[in-house]
């Protein structure tokens, strides 16, 4: 093999604004939500996660997602969505006015348990009527597929276990499927592996990789997962993510790295590196107790 092989250009989807700062200690003004959404769209992000609509008491950071998805200015073109963890997450986003809703299923049971308070099977019936509403509301779909390179609590995860989460999140009507390394167990083996099954099962679902920072092995993954053709990577301004008080949870693949990285292989991304770069800087200026490389 004398050269490698890459895609001329990919996505990014861009997840600070929910997942970044979900787990931040203080409130971060709804004001500086609302303007750090605006500088992503104005690098060039085109597909932005920019809340959860998720019981305050749980995730208390999230409380103004209404608001959040009130006062953002929707540019023609870029895709807002918000992650819901369950139907009434999907009613208060429809209400939003959102095109696109991201649901999450963990591939290892107690992982799942843990976060949604269901097992597996009960919540692909969930995301199975989810997809059901959503699609009578003309809004899209994106299923997380958290643990999918190894669990916290379980240790390893079968790739035919998320194979078979991903075939049922596809059924269901996801039109994407991100697979997500939850607290950075993934290697670069399981990073080219699993999506090359993944694209032979998979019927017309996209995938896309979440992975999180694990001491710089996780550009070793998306280089992996790049390779294995998967178009679609998932990163967070500033590289935020991760929370004091939950060991192992680190921050997530900055997306000025990913676009940085993707840039100097002459991948397209459609995102401009300086501002991209100014929105990391913007990002972790707005947090107060992150956790950044
Ligand atoms: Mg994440």
Redesign the pocket.
Known sequence: MDKLSFPTEVVIFE?GPR?GLQNQREFIPTDKKVELINKLVAAGCKKIEVTSFVNPKWVPQMRDAKEVCARIERREGVVYSALIPNLKGLELALEAGLQEVVTIISASESHNKKNVNRSISQSLKEIEEINRIASENNVRVRSYIATAFGCPIEGDVPEEKVIDIALALEESGSYEISL?DTTGMANPIKAFELPKKLFKRLKHATLAV?Y?QADGMEFANILASLQAGVPVFDG?AGGL?GCPYAPGATG?VATEILVEMFNRMGIKTGIDLNLIKECGRFAKSICNSCITN
């Open positions: 997840v997942d997500g979440h999180h967070a993510g997530n």
